[in-house]
């Protein structure tokens, strides 16, 4: 059983930068793929990034291509999303997750451990 906690959200203006970062326990970080997902108010959760058991292989929404960065320490079983440039439409609850194997999927349902999420508020 994987234990995950985010942390690093918050409060910021359109443009800024914040650092996602996402501390796993009772479970090698190595053994699964990750992957980021948000969900505004009134929206499905949706996939942000993930990236591969290695660190090998990457995955970006459209929207957030060329902005925000998915990026793992194993050795720290921390997984981290750099987001720069934010726009007020990143707004949303981030989350973090862990799947079992080594498809990198983009469906929420396959991933099998969650955190319970950060909050990031982007405003003009």
């Known amino acids: 059983q994987v234990h995950l906690v985010e942390s690093g959200g918050g409060s910021v203006q359109a443009g800024d930068s914040l650092r996602l970062s996402c501390r796993a326990s009772?479970?090698?970080?190595?053994?699964?793929?990750m992957g980021w997902f948000r969900q505004a108010p009134g929206k499905e959760r949706e996939f942000v990034a993930g990236i591969g058991r290695l660190s090998g292989r990457t995955d970006y929404e459209d929207s957030v291509k060329g902005r925000f960065t998915i990026s793992r320490d194993n050795a720290e079983n921390t997984l981290y999303l750099q987001m720069n440039s934010l726009k007020l439409e990143d707004t949303a609850v981030y989350y973090c997750?862990?799947?079992?194997?080594?498809?990198?999927?983009?469906?929420?349902?396959?991933?099998?451990?969650w955190g319970r999420g950060t909050l990031v508020i982007v405003s003009s």
């Open positions: 997750a862990a799947k079992i194997g080594y498809s990198l999927p983009s469906n929420s349902q396959e991933y099998d451990y």
């Open positions: 009772g479970g090698t970080l190595s053994s699964h793929v």
